[in-house]
Each structure stands twice: as C-alpha cells, then as structure tokens.
C-alpha cells in the first residue's frame, strides 16, 4: 500500500515537472471546408466541445474530416500549433485555423502524457 502511494506520488509529480515539448499527446483534428456560411457555425460548436467524444460527435454532425493520432510527441509539432496546444486544456478545441478560402481546422487534445509515462515497458 505504501510503495503504491510513493509510486503514484512520484508519477504526479513527474507528470507535474515535465516540459510539455516532452508530452506525447492524443490529438483529434477536424477540417471542414470553408464557406460564408459555416465560418461562424464551426466556430460556435467548435467552442463548445469539452471532450474528445463530443469533438467527434460535432464532426459527424458537420460532416468533417475526422483525423486522430494517439502517439504524437509534442515536440514534433510545428512551432505555430506548439504554441497553440502548449496550454490548452485536455478536451477542449483550438481557435479555428487553417486557409479561410478553403479549410478550416480545429484540434482538440484528447489525452497528454509525459514521454516517460507513454513510452512502452
């Protein structure tokens, strides 16, 4: 009982003191088009979402392209969507990015682990 308190007391506060360039992180895109039309739609709803199965449930209802990576290392990300993600809260989606003429593009982050913890034993 106490090593698994010590053991779950050392994982909090690896998880705590780690740099988010050393998370690995489930992400979940969604892209739909742009138009005049859906612009402030998919802003709206894209605001709204809490959790990764609500991100997905918005999807289907727009019709988006849903994209999901469950292992990707933050630090491989382009600088820009760094600073995008870097303090975002699990579950919740980005600003509307992307090409205003042709795509517009939220990401939510599903799951943040540190690399230690996401690395396989």
Do not use: W
């Amino acid at each position: 009982m106490v090593y698994g308190l010590v053991l779950s007391a050392s994982l909090l506060m690896t998880a705590l003191s780690s740099a988010p360039e050393d998370d690995v992180l489930h992400l979940l895109q969604l892209a739909v088009p742009a138009s005049n039309d859906t612009v402030k739609n998919f802003r709206t709803v894209t605001s709204a979402i809490r959790t990764c199965e609500e991100a997905r449930q918005i999807g289907q209802s727009l019709n988006a392209e849903i994209t999901e990576n469950d292992s990707l290392p933050f630090s491989t990300l382009p600088p820009k969507v760094m600073e995008l993600l870097r303090d975002l809260p699990t579950g919740r989606a980005t600003p509307v990015f992307g090409t205003p003429q042709t795509t517009m593009k939220v990401l939510v982050i599903c799951a943040r682990k540190p690399a230690q913890a996401a690395a396989p034993m």
